[in-house]
């Protein structure tokens, strides 16, 4: 231990527990469930943005999607509007809410994954 160890600031492991377990139960397959949910993400807004960008807004969003008491289109927007919303136009918005819970849904009814989840039409999904 180094003379100033004591400033540099500690790890909470409980928190990063917790961000590991809700991570596994939102991309149980880990790597290959979050890489189709950022493609399906480049895919709904035609490849605007780079992967690093889309992986930020898959992560944080799938987040709020789970444990907002009440997730609609308008409380997506609002979580948008902090950093990314520019991104989207109304369609896009539109179509990413109906991935999101589409996500959401098909983990609690049908323990599926996002990898799992199957684009229909232009802005419908199913599992």
């Not at 605007?48 to 807004?57: F, L, Q």
Request: hydrophobic share 35%.
């Amino acid at each position: 231990m180094g003379f100033f160890d004591f400033l540099k600031p500690k790890q909470n492991n409980r928190m990063n527990d917790t961000f590991a377990r809700l991570d596994a139960t939102w991309f149980p397959k880990g790597e290959k469930d979050i890489k189709y949910a950022v493609n399906e993400l480049l895919y709904i807004l035609d490849n605007k943005i780079d992967n690093s960008e889309a992986e930020t807004i898959i992560v944080k969003s799938i987040a709020i999607s789970n444990i907002a008491q009440e997730f609609n289109k308008e409380r997506l927007k609002i979580h948008l509007a902090g950093y990314c919303i520019q991104h989207f136009n109304e369609s896009q918005l539109e179509t990413f809410y109906n991935y999101l819970q589409a996500c959401k849904v098909g983990r609690i009814m049908n323990q599926k994954t996002p990898s799992e989840i199957t684009r229909i039409g232009n802005n419908g999904y199913a599992w």
